[in-house]
Structures are given as structure tokens and as C-alpha cells.
């Protein structure tokens, strides 16, 4: 044991401690190991497990579940997944993409403020989990952890429910880092000037622009919105922020939300019905863009770009334009610093 790895304090047989260092954790909702049947049944079962995302009582939803979502749903969800996989590396786009902004964040804080930040990723389902990076994270003598789950608006199915993982890992812990959660960013401008000149990037490229953007965001019951989540809120803020930003008018965007599940009422206009609608009333030529999302996965690659994308075609659309998330994109990884920087305030 080196006099760095102990105490100050600390006599000569104290186990060993590291260094203190602060760690990064970004957090997505999660992906399967793989396609097949086994894989995504497993993947299904934790995420619609889950009561932040299904919030039925468990003794009404888990024979649904169990016995008829998990025998059916796998094998649609498994080549859904196929027609988008890295097959390079085997995984997920999300997996990817999440790893690639990780690391791009690392080299920056390195960059910025030495060796002793910790950058880390994990996934809400699936793997690497939370559990495991945190462990991971206070091994590598991590006492402060800004805990970011990658939302930029807040709704309890996908930022609290990460949250509620990250807590539940530290109640295993009976030395707990310190925790700061990092909260919606969904009207900082440097955010919102990303969105816009993502958006100029690919009109600029086209020789006739679109008759509108429909700006896709996922989807949530009505009944969280009457419960008090601010989800459905905050995305139609973004969308007004970004027309502005742009210099649009009211009639050159549309709000849609998208990835209805159940028989019961979610927010709407739902956007496979809304691009058709649009198609319809003579707006042939769309594109679409997705906010509440920080890295390209299934929702955006699979259901925008097939499933929507069908939907505005056999209504009569002629062109349809699917605008990429802004992933690993550089000014997206400027501002994903900018926020951890406001946040490591007094850390760092």
C-alpha cells in the first residue's frame, strides 16, 4: 500500500482507501444484450416491470405481463432491434452512442481539471447497470458522484425512475458517496441553439425546404400530466423556445408526442397520426425531429424512421425527413459540460 492509497490519519494496517476523486455517471434508459428472444424478454420484463413506467397494481398487470406481453412482444421488439444494430460491435445504437459521449466528456473534463474526475455511463435496464457503475465508480475512490440521467425534460418514467435506481444502489452501500442529481435541461439556450443549428444543418442541405418540423417527443399517459408531472409541459416549452430560436412562426412546427402503449388516453396529438393528418391537408414534404431524446435508439431509428415514416407515405406524403438526435455531435457534448460544470460547483 503506497502512503497515497492511505489515510492521512491512519495507522500502518488500515485498509487501503483511494484517493478521493468525483465521478460522472450519465444515465440512459437502457438496451438488450442482444436480439434473440431470451435477451429482449428479459430487457422487456425489467423495463415494463418497472412502476414508474407501468403503474398498475402488480397483481392486475403482471399476468398480463408475464404471460401474454412477454410471449409475444420479444420476437416483434428482437427485429425491431435488428434493423437497427450496431452489428460491428454488437450492441445497441444507444449503447454506442452513450459510450461515445462518456467518452468524449472524459477527455474534456481531463482536459479541464486533471486526473481526478471520474466519467462513467449506465443504463436504467439492461446493461451496464446502475448498480454495477456505482460500485464500480466508489471502487475507483469516487466520494461525490453528479448522478446525470441524459432527459432533458423531466418525467418521473424516465428521470425519476433513473433516479430511484441510483438511490436504491446506495442503500446497499454502508459508505455512501455524496449525490448530486442533475435536473432538466430543457431551456438552457445553449441547449436549445444545439436543437436549432441541428436543424439548419440538414435544411441547409436541401434543395426544397419541408412545409413543416413536427417535433416528436415520447410519449406518457394523460393521467401523469393531471398528477403533476411536468413532462408534457416542458416539451411544448422546448418546441416554442426552438421556434423562436429559429425564427419561425407558429405555423411552421408542430408538437407530437409518440410510442403509445395500452388502451388508455396518453398526451396528444400522437405523431403516427398527426404526420398522416399532415400529409392529408397537403403538407407533403416533413421532417421530424426528437427532442426529448440525447442519443439515436429504437424509437428514433425504428418508429420514426419506418413506422411514422409509413404512416405520413400511405396518407399521401411525398418526403419525409428524419433529423438525427444530437448524440456524440461536439456542440452537444459543449453543453452536456456546461451543465455538469454548473453542477460540480463546489466540487471541483
Known sequence: MTTSDRLAHAGADHPPVKRAKVGVLLANLGTPDATDYWSMRRYLNQFLSDKR???????????????IILTLRPSKSGEAYRGIWNNELDES???????????????????????????????????PSTDSVIQRMKDQGCERIVFFPLYPQYAAPTTATANDEMFRSLMKMNWQPYIRTVPAYYARPDYIKALANSVRAVYDKMDKKPDILVTSYHGVPMRYLTAGDPYHCQCQKTTRLLKEELGWEDTDIKVTFQSKFGPEQWIEPYTVEEVARLAEAGKKNIAVIAPAFSADCVETLEEINEEIKESFEEAGGETFTYIPCLNDDDEHIDVLMNVLKNEMSGWV
Open 53 to 67: 413506467v407501468i403503474d398498475y397494481p402488480a397483481w392486475k398487470w403482471q399476468p398480463i405481463l408475464q404471460l
Open 93 to 127: 445504437p444507444l449503447l454506442t452512442i452513450t459510450r461515445n459521449q462518456a467518452g468524449k466528456i472524459s477527455e474534456a473534463m481531463a482536459k479541464e481539471y486533471g486526473g481526478d474526475i471520474v466519467v462513467d455511463f449506465c443504463m436504467r435496464y439492461g446493461n
